[in-house]
């Protein structure tokens, strides 16, 4: 027993560690390529902080335990909305521009409609996991339209092509360290669920998702304390994104199907209520500490009710 839970947490310090790896690198190699800020913040950081989900749900699914993947999406979407938001009204009071706010909005109804339509099936096939990637390169795809591209200058001053090719591969190495952590998250956290009877939507709701979550916060921490605010926000809301669109596609067509239990239900129920909550404390564009709470507060009711349907 102490050798599962052992491995859970190492390899959840090895699945973040190397994940802050892969996020520096990204982060290099985008300057290098001349990318806007914001494209890094929505797609680039948004994205490479998503690795954790993506190799956890890739080896849940391959494994035949898919549940504990699609937990722990809905569970992360969960922390990047209470815990992440909430962590940045604390440190600081910021105010999110109308337009961003708008876009977040957006998102917000994007992955909120997914998760309705999840939620009344109760199940997430291959055919619906066709509509997440199509969905996935339309967002995408109206990035790209509105104007975040390359911003030229690497172009003209040419790209330091020795430094790029290093920096990609760093980002391969830690890739491949990520896949490996998660394959032992994923077996021991498969081992607990049977040691003590607890649901695998639990584990993948709780313990896993704030593991994988650790990422996002920390990339967003040190860009709200440098006042940059729109690669906060960027990284934060490109993750949602991810989850239910690209990583979840992923996972159901590599699954024969992801059947909800009673925790995945309650997962993406609060999943739900946290952005409704986000939705009322934001009307006014400005983030601040009362807001946090009220955010913590939703975040402790979900562990409360995951603990209550997948322990006792």
Known sequence: MLFEAAGLIIGLVVLVKASEGAINSSIVTSKLLGLSEMFVGLVVLAFATSLPELAVNILSAINGNSIIGFSNLIGANVANIAVLFGILGIITTFKIPAKELEGILEIFLLTGIIALFILVFGFVGKVFGLFLLCMFYLFMNRLFKEGFRANGNARK???????????????????????????????SALS??????????????????????LPEISVSVAAIRKKNVSLAIGNAVGSLVANLTLILGVSALLSSSIVLDAGAKIAVLFMLLAYAVFYVVIHDKVFTPVKSVILFGVYILFLISMIVVGVL
């Open 192 to 213: 607990m669920s049977s040691s003590f009877g607890i649901m695998q939507s639990f584990i993948g709701a709780t313990i896993i998702s704030l593991g994988t979550t």
């Open 157 to 187: 001053n040419g790209i330091p092509t020795l430094v790029a090719l290093k920096n990609i591969g760093k980002i391969l190495g830690f890739i491949a360290l990520v896949i490996i952590a998660a394959h032992v998250v994923v077996s």
